[in-house]
């Protein structure tokens, strides 16, 4: 059973991999000062990125945890999301009002995949 890590920091690493299962830390946007629309596909965006980085893609996801700000802006994040996930491939998922790290961000998103055989 090995546990290996990458992007590792002094608080967390960005990518843990075991047995099989990648695990990335949450994610954020690229530009905070963007709207709900904007801040969810460049969150997704390093999702991708991620999960290619770790032998992965979006087809591979496990589960997702969506912390939204207001859910007011659950129905226009739902668009972007609906868009992104490959039919047939929805992840086991929750999606909850939460207060975020900075003022200025609307969403993060914590996912959990397997890597691709």
Known sequence: MTI?????????????????????CGQVCKDAEQGITEQTQTMLDKVDALLEQAGSD?????????????????????????????????PARACVAAKMAR????????VVAAEKV
């Open 103 to 110: 003022e200025a961000l609307l969403v993060e998103i914590s």
């Open 58 to 90: 979006r087809e591979h996801i496990l589960s997702a945890t969506i912390y939204v700000k207001d859910m007011s802006y659950f129905a226009e994040m739902n668009a972007v999301w609906d868009a992104w996930v490959p039919e047939g491939h929805a």
């Open 4 to 24: 290996e890590r990458l992007e590792t920091g002094a608080r967390m690493s960005r990518i843990v991999k075991h047995n099989g299962t990648i695990y990335l």
